[in-house]
Nanobody, 120 residues
Framework: VQVIETGGGLVQAGGSLRLSCAPS?????????MGWFRRAPGKERELVAA???????YYIDSVKGRFTISRNNFKNTVYLQMNSLESEDTAVYYC??????????????WGQGTQVTVGS
């Protein structure tokens, strides 16, 4: 399973970005739990948002009410809509996929990441 993230960039604080995650091959993302992770400079990687195959959602507290994870199975794509961006959201964002039933378990398949930079 290989996934590719797009949509990163530079945005001013308070602005919005939408990240997309799509497979590079014939992988059907609806068969997997999907997550968006980020790694900020000097910090450990953290799970920001996740969506299960059945649509169950998870968000880290710091993004609740600002970020929305969704999947479009027809387009075979997972999204992360990020609104009201803050400088603390600056990080490399990674899309990841996993098998199994534990939405917060170990993710197996990873993209290369896309940089999100929020200017103050």
């Amino acid at each position: 399973v290989q996934v590719i993230e797009t949509g990163g960039g530079l945005v001013q604080a308070g602005g919005s970005l939408r990240l997309s995650c799509a497979p590079s091959g014939r992988t059907v993302l609806s068969m997997y739990d999907m997550g968006w992770f980020r790694r900020a400079p000097g910090k450990e990687r953290e799970l920001v948002a996740a969506i299960s195959r059945g649509g169950r959602l998870y968000y880290i507290d710091s993004v609740k009410g600002r970020f929305t994870i969704s999947r479009n199975n027809f387009k075979n794509t997972v999204y992360l809509q990020m609104n009201s961006l803050e400088s603390e959201d600056t990080a490399v964002y990674y899309c990841a996929a996993k098998d199994g039933s534990d939405l917060l378990g170990a993710y197996t398949y990873w993209g290369q990441g896309t940089q999100v930079t929020v200017g103050s």
